[in-house]
């Protein structure tokens, strides 16, 4: 025999030495749900371990992820139910919980990437990404608003908006704002190819931005679809994307592995709230290893062409990788 293919598999040392894919804080982007109040930390009944903060109780944990070497953390804000309607004026209220957010959070932490969601659901009475007439979701005047609420978030010191609404040709008139209003430093992280997931079931929990009618069908991809990811990508590259986003990132190592190819840009992928919900479900059930769990899903993500993962096992997948080296 000449061909051994065991010998690089021998001992620990040899297999780190020809390891093709590894993790590192710097891979990570951390999403944060904040809500109003002080002292609050509420647990997520449907992602155990994870929690709602509100401002203050935040950035205690933002240091505690930036001590660790996260320095990238995705913002999400709970939005009270009375500030909700359908044309996103919370979304864009200058001093809204986002806003003071982004600020406070880059003034204690000017080093962490701040970077925010952008989409109506969680400012919207009906749950939806945009604004609604006669029950459709409405494209244009949708983006307006999204390009504002960009604007509104690099005013308050954001580094990156992520627009995750899948309206048609929201990346360049965002683009166009932020330039329009001298923000020539701030990225645009466009959620590209996102699908219509059951796995975002638990985020909308957090959120409580789950849909009031219907689902997201007409604006999320279809699961079937791969061609079509290839589109979305492509499009949003040439209005201007700095970073490209595929979501779910568990259930869709294919798509990333083909935008990878496609795409000469940073490839992000969103390893989403049911992706976490499963593992610690299993874990808790005692099925499997949640450490060994969490490596080898976020491994295999980045194997698949990820640069970065979105992923609310950040912190825990720093503290093990800590442990391991
Ligand atoms: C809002 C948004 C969603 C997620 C990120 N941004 C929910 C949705 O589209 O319904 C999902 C994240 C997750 O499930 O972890 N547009």
Known sequence: MIRRNRILRQSASVRGMVRETTLQASDFILPVFIMEGQQVKEEIASMPGYYRYSLDMVIEELQSCYALGIRCALLFAKVDGELKDNTGKEAVNGDGLMQRSVRAIKNVLPDMIVMTDVALDPYSSFGHDGIVENHKIVNDKTVD????????????????????????????????????????????????????SCFYGPFRDALDSAPGFGDKK???????????????????????????????????????????????????????????????????????????????VLTSIKRAGADLIATYFAKHAVQLLKRNT
């Open 218 to 296: 007409t604006y999320q991809m279809d699961p079937s679809n791969r061609l079509e990811a290839i589109k979305e990508v492509r499009m949003d590259v040439e209005e201007g994307a700095d970073i490209i986003m595929v979501k779910p990132a568990h259930a869709y190592l294919d798509i990333i592995r083909e935008v990878k190819n496609e795409i000469k840009l940073p490839v992000s992928a969103y390893h989403v709230s049911g992706e976490y919900a499963m593992i610690k479900a299993a874990a808790k059930a005692g099925y499997l290893n949640e450490d060994q769990a969490i490596l080898e």
């Open 145 to 196: 608003v999204l390009a504002r609420m960009s604007v509104s978030h690099a005013r308050a010191g954001a580094d990156f908006v992520a627009p995750s609404d899948m309206m048609d040709g929201r990346i360049g008139v965002i683009r166009e704002a932020l330039e329009m209003e001298g923000f020539h430093n701030t990225g645009i992280m466009s959620y590209a190819a996102k699908y219509a």
